[in-house]
C-alpha cells in the first residue's frame, strides 16, 4: 500500500502537470480572442520588420484593411514598419523594471515580518469589525472563488452573446492556473514555515523540495508553504484581469483594493 506521503507527493506532481497543461491551452485560447485581437495581433506581425502593405495583401479578400495611420503617426522614423514606438508595445517594456522592483522590495520587506505580523494580529484582536470582516475578506483569494467569478462572467457569455465577457472568462482562468502554477513551484523553492509552524524568528527557510525529503514526511505542510501566498497571488491576477478589460471608472481601483486587503488578511489569518 502507498504510504500517504508518496501518494500526496504523486498527486501533486499530478496536480502541477495538470494545471501547466491547462494553462498552456488558456494561453493560446486568451492571447486569440483579447479585445481588439486583430488589431494588436497586427502589431505582431508587423512587427517583425514586414511592411504594412505585405500584411494587407495577406489578408483575404472578404477582411478589410486595418487602419494603420495612428500606427504610422506614432512611427514617424519608419511609416513602413509599426510598433517600435507604439504605446501598445511601450506597455509591454514596463514588465522588467516592475518585476525587478518588485523582488527587491519583497526581500527589504522580509525583515519587517515578525513585527508586521504581531501589529496586524493585534490590530484583529483588538478590532471586533477587523475581527468579523478578515476571515470573509480572506475568502476572496480562494480559488474557488475565482472559478465561480469568471465562470460567473463565462455564464453571461452564453446567455447573452456578449464577446467580450467571454474574453475575461479565459484570460481570468489562464491567469488563475499560472499564478497557481508559478506559487507552487516557488512555494517548494523557498519551502517557508508558517507563523503558526515558525520554529526561528521569522519563520525558517528550508530550502528547495524539503518537504520532499525523507526525514521531512511526516511533518506538517505548514513547514514549507508559507512563501508567497497563493491567495494574495490569486487575487491580485484576478484583479490585474479584471483591471485590463474594464480599465475606466472605479474597476480598477476596487479591485486591486481588494487584493490588497486580501493579502492583509492572509497575514491575520
Request: proline content about 4%; glycine content about 4%.
Amino acid at each position: 500500500m502507498i504510504s500517504y506521503h508518496k501518494e500526496q507527493k504523486y498527486l501533486n506532481k499530478k496536480l502541477l502537470l495538470l494545471l501547466f497543461l491547462c494553462s498552456v491551452c488558456f494561453h493560446a485560447q486568451a492571447t486569440t480572442f483579447h479585445p481588439d485581437a486583430n488589431i494588436k495581433s497586427s502589431f505582431i506581425l508587423i512587427n517583425q520588420y514586414h511592411s504594412v502593405n505585405d500584411y494587407n495583401n495577406s489578408l483575404s479578400s472578404s477582411q478589410p484593411d486595418i487602419d494603420t495611420t495612428a500606427a504610422i503617426y506614432y512611427n514617424q522614423s519608419n511609416p513602413d514598419t509599426l510598433c517600435n514606438d507604439m504605446p501598445e508595445c511601450k506597455a509591454n517594456n514596463s514588465f522588467w523594471p516592475v518585476a525587478i522592483g518588485s523582488v527587491v522590495l519583497s526581500a527589504a520587506l522580509i525583515p519587517t515580518d515578525k513585527s508586521t505580523y504581531t501589529f496586524l494580529r493585534d490590530l484583529k484582536e483588538h478590532n471586533s469589525l477587523i475581527n468579523t470582516i478578515s476571515p470573509v475578506v480572506t475568502q476572496l483569494g480562494n480559488g474557488n472563488f475565482v472559478i465561480v467569478l469568471f465562470g460567473s462572467f463565462g455564464i453571461y457569455h452564453f446567455i447573452s452573446g456578449n464577446d467580450k465577457s467571454w474574453d475575461v472568462t479565459k484570460a481570468g482562468f489562464e491567469s488563475f492556473l499560472l499564478s497557481g502554477v508559478t506559487v507552487q513551484i516557488l512555494k517548494n523553492i523557498f519551502s517557508r514555515q508558517r507563523p503558526s509552524a515558525a520554529s526561528t524568528k521569522g519563520g525558517k527557510w528550508n530550502g528547495v523540495f524539503a518537504r520532499f525529503k525523507k526525514e521531512n514526511k511526516n511533518t506538517s505542510i505548514s513547514n514549507y508553504d508559507s512563501f508567497p501566498s497563493g491567495h494574495s497571488a490569486t487575487a491580485f491576477a484576478a484583479a490585474s484581469t479584471l483591471s485590463y478589460f474594464y480599465p475606466e471608472g472605479a474597476v480598477p481601483y476596487i479591485a486591486y483594493s481588494l487584493a490588497t486587503a486580501v493579502a492583509v488578511s492572509r497575514v491575520m489569518e
